[in-house]
């Protein structure tokens, strides 16, 4: 499909006619600046082919605020032949819709529409306005301004169209109608078998549920069945017992051993009983024995502390001898210890005197030395504060400023600067006087040689040759001398003032000012370091030392601090004599009075023995009156023996008892007791337990648990089998529908395999290296670069804008290929795209064009200009009304 | 001098068996039919007038039947008022608590009907008849139980008979279970005229006057001649004990191996099949091996699913069958593009026997077929 004529009126913002009178066949580049209305001519395209002529389009598509109709020509050839398309969209009577055709044949109204219908594949709206989904192709091909960055949304028709060019192929691959189908019923039936997660549903997911309450009932019954055979083998095994017990007589047998045991142990405790008796006549024979033992005891106390005290007293006299006897005091060295710290209290007193003397020397000679310090920094002082004046005075009379020393150097230096000027702007003149000649120049009479410089008209008068007449006409002489001459006015005055003839001695007295005042600064200085108080107080320091030093008397030379230093140390020596002689003095003091101290105590305890002594003899005396020791004993004896005759008789009775084992006789007893007991209670459980268990088993056997086991096991078996049968029929979908999914999907990717051999070579030129990422419905995913995956929507928007157009390229050339009517409008499509890129996408579409017709529209024409397209200004393109 | 005498020797009637493995009805009627069955032996006893009805072991399922189920054995043998001699066997063993306390407790013990629960002779019939008993008062015994007999002491020229429930040592066609053993000379060291047995389900004469009756009415597929009873006739003189074999059963368990490789195959099976009598009566199994195609699977489907209707019971085992797709199948089948390719992996997951897939594949073959046959009788 290639557009070849257009012409608007009354659209949108074309409320003047536009016309397009030439479409280039393969590759238009129509230009306008912003606003210029280059949307709107993809719009009115679109209007011509896919909206509806005699609905509300009209309204939409007229000029704003217009009462008119907008009307579109439109000529394009399709398939070799020519057509031409006229619309007028309107409701009212105007509204046109004409259809020709380089055949000869035309349709007007909707069958106008109709045809167009089936000569694009498109699809008019049902209301409203047409959308890129409903135009076909051109839904896909044309691309409308800032959506070219956007993922490609395929609608069903556009894919539809894409695969119809692969149709054999395509069909083949998808197994054609009989594969959809048997796809498609597969997967019905294996969604009555489980669920998207694989999981069981519906009568499959019943069955499952039934098998597992099945099992669960049996389970159950089996274990009623267990119980009921376990009661059955029990019931068994008690008779058995029972019967054991009863043919053997077991009962009476342990009723005999009981019988025996007890007898026993009735002899047992008669022995037990003698033993008891023989051991309280035993304890009471213990009892009157120990009257007779503590007195015996009392006797034999009393005795031995007797003799112990008179022993005790013994030694304690013999060491009170001894005290005694080694008590002698020291009296000599008391003696020589007084006499000592006397002396040494006395040289302390002297030391201490002379130390106080010489320190009252040291400190009169400080003062001393201070007060003549003050003394001649006094003296300093005045002579640096005579200096100060002078110099002030002086400064006073003879003031030159720094602005005055300044100018006169200015001046000077502009004196110097024109007379040099003048100089070199006068004119030189060589003489040579021939010896004996004189000349006059300004009537100055010249001889010899020399050489002369002119700065003003001079005369040269050459005897009898007449008078040389020389004007230097250097730069502005006059000028000079004048300004010369008025600076040299100044410096004379200045000089005047300042009280000098020359610069030089405006030097010498500026040095000489410069002097004094550093001079000055001194003296103040020397002064701030001698009186930094001032001289007042200077002076009242002098007259306090005076005062001070009045009447004292002032060491001839410098008193020594290490004669003090001796002293000190001498003085220490003695006191620390002294300690220790006081401590020696006392430490001899103490001793003595303990050893006194210990006599004393010694004699005491002595005294105290003896009385003691006395005591314990008279009391002895007294009790051998009452009872004599003689007595005492045989009392003792006789006790003694009524204890040892029970305790013979005790020993036996125990001896009796221990060799008839009473414990392991108590023992049997008890054991025959328990044994008896337990048989017992254990026949009575055994009948009970018999009984218990013959009426269970007869409850349970009513109902038949073991038909309910086999007959519920019947029904799992059967449920098991169909259950085996659909998991089997499960399993086998399930297999069946993987299988053919993955060879589903395996087929599906090959149908991207055309898309990508028709956008490889476009993603060559423009990405070397890379390749498309085309889906199972041929759309575009991304690009696969250096081994990656690169998402569309990961990719920079300036390269997701020109793959984009690359599968459209891609596209295109499939339906080309196929005989679909093709053509492309790209507004404003690469306006994210660099200029090396945008080089490439030139070449592309370029390249793409050689095959249908590409519409390429853009502000930019200079940018574009070498794409080798026909370029189409709008601009151009307006015609007055 | 003996006088003659004629009994009914039967064994193991199993009431109660459920037959888990028939499905549905069939099983039903399979499980009602032996109390029909024990009616029929009560009313050829009667017809015969012989002198007593020996049943030796297993007349119930198990010692837990329900009360129901014994009161319909007893009312099912009542057509015969004569001497019933009802052995314990190892289904229904003389434990504590069993079948033969209940039916005391129940008081479905008429005079005639004489539970042989202890091991000492029943004499009968005016002392012409001793029945020597060997009750299992256990399920299984590791004692033979009838070297008791060898001890008892019965009347001067009564019939000696041995009434016991096991395998005859050494004697069976198949190995039987280790325990309950009975020693294959037991008639001769026992001096016994007979020697009735139960356990085993078929009609045999194991030994000399040793004979297991066999289940009356067949229970499971194998072709040991079950479904008869033995009337045994003791002759006045010293004749030889004469022994019947009465046809007693109704249904009749049949297992068909049927080997299968095309589409004749499915021919001769039909043939086979119609050629057996009283196809109502008829429980048949089919044991299924070979190798076939696709078609041919689903022809052999078809064919038994019109089987299935004419017989009581009819079932195809074919874990031993093998379902191939073959080129024709797949030609059939018309595929093309990816359901080609599926089909292939199929085939090559089919053929794979050690895959777990291999099952599923083969399966998935068949109803891939079959769906595409359905699709194309559809258009």
Redesign the interface.
Same mark, same amino acid.
């Given at each position: 499909m290639r557009f070849q004529r257009l012409e608007l009126n009354n659209f949108r913002k074309f409320d003047s006619p536009l016309v397009i009178d030439a479409f280039d066949p393969a590759f238009n580049l129509i230009c306008g600046d912003n606003e210029e209305g280059k949307s709107t001519l993809l719009l009115a395209i679109q209007a011509a082919l896919f909206e509806r002529y005699d609905r509300g389009a009209g309204e939409r598509l007229r000029p704003y605020n217009a009462a008119v109709s907008p009307e579109i020509k439109l000529d394009f050839s399709l398939a070799g032949c020519d057509y031409q398309l006229h619309k007028i969209f309107s409701k009212r009577n105007d509204k046109t819709a004409l259809l020709s055709s380089s055949r000869g044949e035309r349709w007007e109204g909707p069958q106008a529409e109709e045809h167009l219908q089936q000569l694009l594949g498109f699809s008019l709206p049902a209301r409203g306005e047409s959308k890129a989904e409903l135009q076909g192709v051109s839904g896909l091909l044309w691309v409308s301004q800032t959506k070219a960055f956007e993922p490609i949304n395929q609608t069903p028709e556009t894919r539809s169209r894409l695969q119809a060019t692969l149709d054999q192929e395509i069909d083949q691959l998808l197994g054609g109608e009989t594969g959809q189908q048997l796809y498609l019923s597969i997967s019905q039936q294996l969604e009555q078998y489980l669920g998207r997660s694989g999981k069981p549903i519906g009568e499959f997911k019943k069955l499952i549920d039934q098998e597992s309450a099945l099992d669960q009932k049996l389970a159950t019954i089996n274990g009623q069945l267990a119980e009921y055979d376990w009661m059955i083998d029990q019931l068994q095994r008690l008779q058995e017992r029972q019967a054991d017990y009863q043919s053997q007589q077991t009962l009476e047998k342990t009723e005999q051993q009981l019988i025996q045991a007890r007898t026993a142990t009735e002899q047992i405790e008669t022995m037990r009983k003698r033993l008891e008796a023989s051991s309280t006549a035993l304890d009471l024979a213990q009892a009157r024995l120990r009257i007779p033992e503590s007195q015996w005891l009392a006797r034999q106390n009393g005795q031995q502390e007797i003799a112990d005290r008179s022993e005790e007293i013994s030694r304690l006299e013999q060491q009170l001898q001894q005290l005694e006897q080694q008590y002698t005091p020291d009296s000599e060295r008391f003696t020589a210890l007084e006499s000592e710290l006397t002396g040494l209290s006395l040289r302390q007193d002297e030391l201490r005197k002379q130390i106080e003397k010489q320190h009252s020397a040291i400190s009169t000679w400080r003062l001393q030395q201070h007060y003549q310090v003050l003394s001649g920094n006094r003296k300093h002082a005045q002579t640096a504060l005579s200096r100060c004046d002078e110099i002030r005075q002086h400064l006073n009379a003879h003031t030159i400023d720094q602005s005055q020393i300044d100018r006169l150097r200015q001046l000077q230096s502009q004196i110097s600067r024109i007379e040099q000027a003048i100089e070199l702007a006068g004119t030189l003149i060589q003489y040579r006087i021939n010896p004996g000649s004189v000349i006059q120049i300004n009537q100055q009479p010249i001889d010899g040689s020399g050489e002369l410089s002119v700065t003003r008209e001079t005369e040269i008068g050459l005897p009898e040759i007449g008078t040389l007449t020389i004007r230097p006409r250097g730069t502005d002489l006059e000028s000079l001398s004048t300004e010369l001459a008025q600076h040299q006015t100044e410096q004379q005055t200045l000089l005047a003032a300042l009280g000098v003839t020359s610069w030089e001695q405006a030097q010498t007295a500026w040095q000489s000012q410069q002097n004094l005042q550093l001079e000055l600064k001194g003296q103040q200085a020397t002064l701030a370091t001698l009186i930094p108080e001032g001289s007042e107080r200077l002076d009242a320091e002098i007259q306090r030392l005076e005062r001070q030093l009045a009447g004292t008397e002032i060491p001839a030379q410098e008193p020594s601090d290490k004669k003090v230093v001796d002293l000190n140390r001498e003085l220490e020596e003695i006191t620390a004599l002294h300690r220790t002689r006081t401590q020696e003095m006392q430490r001899l003091n103490q001793a003595d009075e303990l050893r006194k101290s210990d006599i004393l105590a010694h004699k005491a305890r002595v005294t105290a023995g003896r009385e003691n002594l006395t005591v314990l003899e008279n009391r002895l005396a007294s009790e051998r009156q009452d009872a004599s020791d003689q007595a005492l004993g045989n009392a003792l004896s006789e006790a003694r023996a009524a204890v040892e005759h029970h305790r013979l008789e005790q020993e036996q009775a125990a001896t009796r008892l221990n060799a008839a084992k009473p414990e392991d006789i108590e023992l049997q007893r008890d054991r025959a007791e328990i044994n008896y007991n337990s048989l017992l209670q254990e026949l009575d459980q055994l009948s009970g337990n018999i009984a218990a268990l013959r009426n269970q088993l007869a409850g349970m056997g009513h109902s038949g648990l073991a038909e309910q086991k086999d007959e519920l096991a019947a029904k799992l078996e059967q449920q098991r089998a169909i259950l085996a049968q659909e998991s089997r029929q499960a399993e086998a979908l399930k297999l069946l529908h993987s299988v053919l999914e993955e060879s589903l999907k395996s087929a599906k990717s090959l149908m991207a395999e055309p898309v990508i051999r028709k956008m490889q070579p476009y993603l060559d030129i423009l990405i070397p290296g890379s390749r498309p990422l085309i889906d199972d419905d041929m759309g575009l995913q991304g690009i696969a670069r250096a081994g990656v995956d690169e998402q569309f929507q990961h990719l920079s928007i300036g390269t997701r804008e020109q793959i984009a157009i690359i599968i459209r390229l891609a596209y295109a050339d499939l339906l080309h290929e196929s005989g679909q009517p093709v053509c492309l409008f790209l507004d404003d499509a690469l306006v994210y795209s660099d200029d090396q890129r945008r080089t490439l996408m030139k070449q592309i579409l370029f390249k793409a064009s050689r095959n249908y017709q590409i519409n390429f529209l853009t502000c930019h024409e200079a940018a574009y200009r070498d794409a080798g397209a026909q370029i189409i200004r709008l601009s151009d393109c307006r015609t007055s009304t | 001098m003996k006088q003659p005498i004629r009994i009914i020797h039967s064994a193991d009637w199993q009431i109660?068996?459920?037959?888990?493995?028939i499905?549905?009805d069939a099983?039903a009627a399979v499980r009602l039919q032996r109390l029909t069955t024990v009616e029929r032996i009560a009313q050829q006893a009667k017809e015969l007038a012989v002198d007593a009805v020996l049943v030796a072991g297993d007349v119930f399922?198990?010692?837990?039947?329900?009360?129901?189920?014994l009161r319909r054995t007893v009312n099912a043998m009542s057509a015969y008022t004569g001497l019933w001699v009802l052995l314990p066997g190892n289904h229904d063993a003389a434990?504590?608590?069993?079948v033969w306390s209940?039916l005391q #407790?129940l008081g479905l013990v008429s005079d005639n009907i004489h539970l042989a629960i202890r091991t000492e002779p029943i004499i009968l019939c005016d002392q012409r008849l001793a029945i020597l008993p060997a009750p299992l008062m #256990?399920r299984h015994e590791t004692r033979d139980l009838t070297a008791a007999f060898d001890q008892m002491i019965t009347p001067p020229g009564a019939i000696r008979i041995g009434l016991a429930h096991g395998s005859v040592k050494n004697r069976l066609p198949e190995r039987s279970e280790a325990y309950n053993e009975i020693a294959d000379d037991r008639a001769d060291r026992a001096r016994l005229d007979y020697l009735a047995l139960g356990d085993w389900h078929g009609t045999l004469e194991i030994a000399p006057r040793t004979w297991y009756a066999g289940t009356p009415e067949p229970d499971r597929f194998r072709n040991n001649q079950p479904g008869n009873l033995l009337l045994v006739s003791f002759a006045e003189t010293a004749e030889p004990t004469q022994v019947e074999v009465i046809t007693c059963g109704h249904f009749q368990w049949t297992q068909l191996a049927v080997t299968l490789y095309q589409d004749e195959d499915i021919d001769a099976l039909a043939h086979r099949l119609s050629a057996i009598d009283l196809p109502e009566r008829q429980l048949i199994r089919l044991q299924l091996s070979g190798s076939i195609d696709l078609a041919v699977k689903q022809r052999l489907d078809r064919v038994l699913e019109q089987w299935k209707a004419r017989f009581h019971h009819l079932e195809g085992r074919d874990s031993e069958l093998k379902i191939n797709a073959s080129q024709a199948d797949i030609e059939q089948l018309?595929?093309?593009?990816?359901?080609?390719?599926?089909i292939e992996?199929?085939q090559h997951?089919a053929a794979q026997e050690n895959s777990p897939?291999s099952?599923?594949?083969?399966?998935?073959l068949?109803?891939?077929y079959h769906?595409?046959q359905s699709?194309a009788e559809k258009s």
């Amino acid at each position: 499909m290639r557009f070849q004529r257009l012409e608007l009126n009354n659209f949108r913002k074309f409320d003047s006619p536009l016309v397009i009178d030439a479409f280039d066949p393969a590759f238009n580049l129509i230009c306008g600046d912003n606003e210029e209305g280059k949307s709107t001519l993809l719009l009115a395209i679109q209007a011509a082919l896919f909206e509806r002529y005699d609905r509300g389009a009209g309204e939409r598509l007229r000029p704003y605020n217009a009462a008119v109709s907008p009307e579109i020509k439109l000529d394009f050839s399709l398939a070799g032949c020519d057509y031409q398309l006229h619309k007028i969209f309107s409701k009212r009577n105007d509204k046109t819709a004409l259809l020709s055709s380089s055949r000869g044949e035309r349709w007007e109204g909707p069958q106008a529409e109709e045809h167009l219908q089936q000569l694009l594949g498109f699809s008019l709206p049902a209301r409203g306005e047409s959308k890129a989904e409903l135009q076909g192709v051109s839904g896909l091909l044309w691309v409308s301004q800032t959506k070219a960055f956007e993922p490609i949304n395929q609608t069903p028709e556009t894919r539809s169209r894409l695969q119809a060019t692969l149709d054999q192929e395509i069909d083949q691959l998808l197994g054609g109608e009989t594969g959809q189908q048997l796809y498609l019923s597969i997967s019905q039936q294996l969604e009555q078998y489980l669920g998207r997660s694989g999981k069981p549903i519906g009568e499959f997911k019943k069955l499952i549920d039934q098998e597992s309450a099945l099992d669960q009932k049996l389970a159950t019954i089996n274990g009623q069945l267990a119980e009921y055979d376990w009661m059955i083998d029990q019931l068994q095994r008690l008779q058995e017992r029972q019967a054991d017990y009863q043919s053997q007589q077991t009962l009476e047998k342990t009723e005999q051993q009981l019988i025996q045991a007890r007898t026993a142990t009735e002899q047992i405790e008669t022995m037990r009983k003698r033993l008891e008796a023989s051991s309280t006549a035993l304890d009471l024979a213990q009892a009157r024995l120990r009257i007779p033992e503590s007195q015996w005891l009392a006797r034999q106390n009393g005795q031995q502390e007797i003799a112990d005290r008179s022993e005790e007293i013994s030694r304690l006299e013999q060491q009170l001898q001894q005290l005694e006897q080694q008590y002698t005091p020291d009296s000599e060295r008391f003696t020589a210890l007084e006499s000592e710290l006397t002396g040494l209290s006395l040289r302390q007193d002297e030391l201490r005197k002379q130390i106080e003397k010489q320190h009252s020397a040291i400190s009169t000679w400080r003062l001393q030395q201070h007060y003549q310090v003050l003394s001649g920094n006094r003296k300093h002082a005045q002579t640096a504060l005579s200096r100060c004046d002078e110099i002030r005075q002086h400064l006073n009379a003879h003031t030159i400023d720094q602005s005055q020393i300044d100018r006169l150097r200015q001046l000077q230096s502009q004196i110097s600067r024109i007379e040099q000027a003048i100089e070199l702007a006068g004119t030189l003149i060589q003489y040579r006087i021939n010896p004996g000649s004189v000349i006059q120049i300004n009537q100055q009479p010249i001889d010899g040689s020399g050489e002369l410089s002119v700065t003003r008209e001079t005369e040269i008068g050459l005897p009898e040759i007449g008078t040389l007449t020389i004007r230097p006409r250097g730069t502005d002489l006059e000028s000079l001398s004048t300004e010369l001459a008025q600076h040299q006015t100044e410096q004379q005055t200045l000089l005047a003032a300042l009280g000098v003839t020359s610069w030089e001695q405006a030097q010498t007295a500026w040095q000489s000012q410069q002097n004094l005042q550093l001079e000055l600064k001194g003296q103040q200085a020397t002064l701030a370091t001698l009186i930094p108080e001032g001289s007042e107080r200077l002076d009242a320091e002098i007259q306090r030392l005076e005062r001070q030093l009045a009447g004292t008397e002032i060491p001839a030379q410098e008193p020594s601090d290490k004669k003090v230093v001796d002293l000190n140390r001498e003085l220490e020596e003695i006191t620390a004599l002294h300690r220790t002689r006081t401590q020696e003095m006392q430490r001899l003091n103490q001793a003595d009075e303990l050893r006194k101290s210990d006599i004393l105590a010694h004699k005491a305890r002595v005294t105290a023995g003896r009385e003691n002594l006395t005591v314990l003899e008279n009391r002895l005396a007294s009790e051998r009156q009452d009872a004599s020791d003689q007595a005492l004993g045989n009392a003792l004896s006789e006790a003694r023996a009524a204890v040892e005759h029970h305790r013979l008789e005790q020993e036996q009775a125990a001896t009796r008892l221990n060799a008839a084992k009473p414990e392991d006789i108590e023992l049997q007893r008890d054991r025959a007791e328990i044994n008896y007991n337990s048989l017992l209670q254990e026949l009575d459980q055994l009948s009970g337990n018999i009984a218990a268990l013959r009426n269970q088993l007869a409850g349970m056997g009513h109902s038949g648990l073991a038909e309910q086991k086999d007959e519920l096991a019947a029904k799992l078996e059967q449920q098991r089998a169909i259950l085996a049968q659909e998991s089997r029929q499960a399993e086998a979908l399930k297999l069946l529908h993987s299988v053919l999914e993955e060879s589903l999907k395996s087929a599906k990717s090959l149908m991207a395999e055309p898309v990508i051999r028709k956008m490889q070579p476009y993603l060559d030129i423009l990405i070397p290296g890379s390749r498309p990422l085309i889906d199972d419905d041929m759309g575009l995913q991304g690009i696969a670069r250096a081994g990656v995956d690169e998402q569309f929507q990961h990719l920079s928007i300036g390269t997701r804008e020109q793959i984009a157009i690359i599968i459209r390229l891609a596209y295109a050339d499939l339906l080309h290929e196929s005989g679909q009517p093709v053509c492309l409008f790209l507004d404003d499509a690469l306006v994210y795209s660099d200029d090396q890129r945008r080089t490439l996408m030139k070449q592309i579409l370029f390249k793409a064009s050689r095959n249908y017709q590409i519409n390429f529209l853009t502000c930019h024409e200079a940018a574009y200009r070498d794409a080798g397209a026909q370029i189409i200004r709008l601009s151009d393109c307006r015609t007055s009304t | 001098m003996k006088q003659p005498i004629r009994i009914i020797h039967s064994a193991d009637w199993q009431i109660g068996k459920q037959f888990g493995n028939i499905p549905g009805d069939a099983a039903a009627a399979v499980r009602l039919q032996r109390l029909t069955t024990v009616e029929r032996i009560a009313q050829q006893a009667k017809e015969l007038a012989v002198d007593a009805v020996l049943v030796a072991g297993d007349v119930f399922e198990h010692n837990g039947v329900a009360d129901e189920t014994l009161r319909r054995t007893v009312n099912a043998m009542s057509a015969y008022t004569g001497l019933w001699v009802l052995l314990p066997g190892n289904h229904d063993a003389a434990l504590a608590e069993s079948v033969w306390s209940r039916l005391q #407790r129940l008081g479905l013990v008429s005079d005639n009907i004489h539970l042989a629960i202890r091991t000492e002779p029943i004499i009968l019939c005016d002392q012409r008849l001793a029945i020597l008993p060997a009750p299992l008062m #256990r399920r299984h015994e590791t004692r033979d139980l009838t070297a008791a007999f060898d001890q008892m002491i019965t009347p001067p020229g009564a019939i000696r008979i041995g009434l016991a429930h096991g395998s005859v040592k050494n004697r069976l066609p198949e190995r039987s279970e280790a325990y309950n053993e009975i020693a294959d000379d037991r008639a001769d060291r026992a001096r016994l005229d007979y020697l009735a047995l139960g356990d085993w389900h078929g009609t045999l004469e194991i030994a000399p006057r040793t004979w297991y009756a066999g289940t009356p009415e067949p229970d499971r597929f194998r072709n040991n001649q079950p479904g008869n009873l033995l009337l045994v006739s003791f002759a006045e003189t010293a004749e030889p004990t004469q022994v019947e074999v009465i046809t007693c059963g109704h249904f009749q368990w049949t297992q068909l191996a049927v080997t299968l490789y095309q589409d004749e195959d499915i021919d001769a099976l039909a043939h086979r099949l119609s050629a057996i009598d009283l196809p109502e009566r008829q429980l048949i199994r089919l044991q299924l091996s070979g190798s076939i195609d696709l078609a041919v699977k689903q022809r052999l489907d078809r064919v038994l699913e019109q089987w299935k209707a004419r017989f009581h019971h009819l079932e195809g085992r074919d874990s031993e069958l093998k379902i191939n797709a073959s080129q024709a199948d797949i030609e059939q089948l018309g595929a093309q593009g990816f359901v080609r390719e599926a089909i292939e992996k199929l085939q090559h997951l089919a053929a794979q026997e050690n895959s777990p897939d291999s099952d599923a594949a083969q399966l998935a073959l068949q109803i891939l077929y079959h769906q595409q046959q359905s699709l194309a009788e559809k258009s």
